[in-house]
């Protein structure tokens, strides 16, 4: 069974809009963090927001919020006010067990993003 | 930026043939990864390293050694390399905030 689903493989918005990606997951571990990565089309990927387990406020960073909604599983990431700069591919992923472990993340397999003007 | 550089940034190789593909930091940080990305797969772990000469496996190790000799460098090895490790890799480290990590810019490795 797959760990990390992103169930939309692309999304269209216009600018100015908010987007909701979706991210589910899969664990049986009390401890784990999830995450969401960006990769434009030059290739590189960048890291956006963090959620640990027990945080009990939704992850914030500038445009992007964490959804989190644990009894679901579920860990979706919004961006307000879309800008064309935002087109790209978006990854979910999840690192189980111990921050402490320096364990490996396990990523979905993306959903690519448009903005249009 | 997290001072992570890889060698090659591109490579094109015949099969058969040994490759080395170099992951170099500048922070000291004490775990470093390597990934693979292909389409429809996501990135998937090949190796990791939590200290100098302290490496383990991931999901898709096979065909693939990995080094650690010094704290900045973690080399990834294809002993001989076939067309189904044609692919994208990423090396990445793991942060100061002990949980998120900061990837390098890839090395996009064509196997002939």
């Known amino acids: 069974a797959q760990k990390i689903t992103q169930t939309q493989p692309g999304m269209f918005v216009q600018e100015k809009e908010a987007v909701t990606l979706d991210c589910t997951y899969d664990?049986?571990?009390?401890?784990?963090?999830l995450f969401w990565y960006k990769q434009p089309s030059s290739g590189e990927m960048i890291f956006l927001i963090y959620q640990g387990s027990y945080d009990q406020q939704n992850a914030t960073e500038g445009r992007y919020s964490l959804n989190f909604q644990k009894a679901r599983k579920s860990a979706n990431l919004v961006i307000s006010a879309s800008q064309l700069g935002d087109s790209a591919m978006y990854f979910c992923a999840m690192r189980e067990g111990s921050r402490q472990a320096g364990t490996a993340l396990i990523f979905g397999k993306g959903t690519t993003l448009s903005v249009s003007s | 930026d997290a001072g992570i550089t890889q060698s090659p940034r591109h490579k094109v190789t015949e099969t058969g043939t040994p490759v080395t593909l170099r992951c170099h930091q500048t922070?000291?940080?004490?775990?470093m990864y390597w990934y693979r990305q292909d389409p429809g797969h996501g990135l998937r772990l090949i190796h990791y390293s939590y200290g100098v000469k302290d490496t383990d496996k991931g999901e898709v190790s096979d065909g693939y050694s990995v080094s650690r000799s010094k704290t900045e460098d973690f080399l990834l090895t294809l002993e001989s390399a076939t067309s189904s490790q044609t692919s994208v890799y990423f090396c990445a480290i793991l942060g100061s905030g002990s949980y998120e990590q900061y990837f390098g810019p890839g090395t996009r490795l064509t196997v002939t």
């Open positions: 922070e000291n940080h004490r775990y």
């Open positions: 664990t049986s571990d009390p401890s784990y963090g």
